[in-house]
């Protein structure tokens, strides 16, 4: 689940996702893939690209896996040819749901992701009815005493960060403009600041409480929807509980 800023929550979502590798490996390999056969097998003049092997590379995505599907994609090979489509919903409680997809067959993912909001509380929603409350941005996680506020901030709003931020719950979050990330990643990079995190997300604007119920049943759906081979990401804005996390 992507999107949410709280450590806490950050923590528990890598680690659901880590018992997911080989799922997230696939759903990797996708988006290079159509990167690749958009805009090229550069990176470096391809941003949608260097977007797709960032993802890779934080789920530990093999070298060699990561130029098997450039290659594929740069070759223009024959294969399935996979559409970008936006879904959006709402799931228990009210908490808005974005999924991104890239996907081969429109009709049957339809029809999928509407079934697993029906079976989990939710219900899927128009184009645009809850984008409008997420705000795309890169954000960068960094422990503290990694580095101290001074030297962070130096460093990050001279490579064209918007803001510098301490998260009580573990770390200093730095935030920027989609067009500056890799910018400010590799300012941060060069500097020797080592990042816990690292992506171009989602935040929601504002954020829904849930209780431990509420937010296993969110929990719950978006398991059920990041198991779908078409979705490449889905955000909320749910703030959810430690013992959520813990119940599953």
């Not at 159509?34 to 805009?39: E, F, I, L, S, T």
């Not at 979050?173 to 990330?181: E, G, N, Y």
């Amino acid at each position: 689940m992507a999107g949410h800023s709280k450590w806490a929550n950050i923590k528990h979502r890598k680690s659901r996702q880590d018992a997911k590798r080989g799922k997230q490996w696939s759903k990797c390999s996708r988006a290079i893939i159509v990167a690749a056969r958009n805009g090229g097998g550069d990176p470096k003049f391809n941003t949608t690209l260097r977007y797709a092997i960032d993802d890779a590379k934080a789920v530990n995505m093999p070298k060699d896996t990561i130029e098997k599907a450039i290659k594929k994609g740069d070759g223009g090979a024959d294969g399935e040819q996979y559409e970008e489509v936006r879904y959006e919903g709402y799931g228990p409680g009210g908490v808005a749901v974005l999924i991104d997809c890239l996907i081969a067959n429109v009709n049957k993912a339809a029809a999928e992701i509407r079934s697993i909001f029906d079976k989990n509380n939710g219900k899927m929603g128009v184009q645009g009815s809850v984008a409008f409350g997420f705000t795309q941005q890169g954000v960068f996680l960094i422990e503290h005493g990694r580095i101290d506020e001074d030297r962070l901030m130096e460093v990050a709003l001279e490579a064209g960060a918007d803001d510098v931020t301490s998260d009580p719950d573990g770390g200093w979050q730095v935030t920027c403009d989609p067009s500056s990330f890799h910018g400010v990643k590799d300012a941060l990079e060069g500097a020797e600041i080592e990042l816990a995190s690292a992506e171009v997300t989602n935040t929601p604007q504002t954020m829904v409480d849930c209780n431990t119920k509420i937010g296993v049943q969110i929990l719950r759906l978006v398991d059920a929807l990041e198991d779908l081979d078409d979705v490449q990401k889905v955000y909320t804005n749910a703030e959810i509980p430690a013992e959520a996390y813990e119940q599953l």
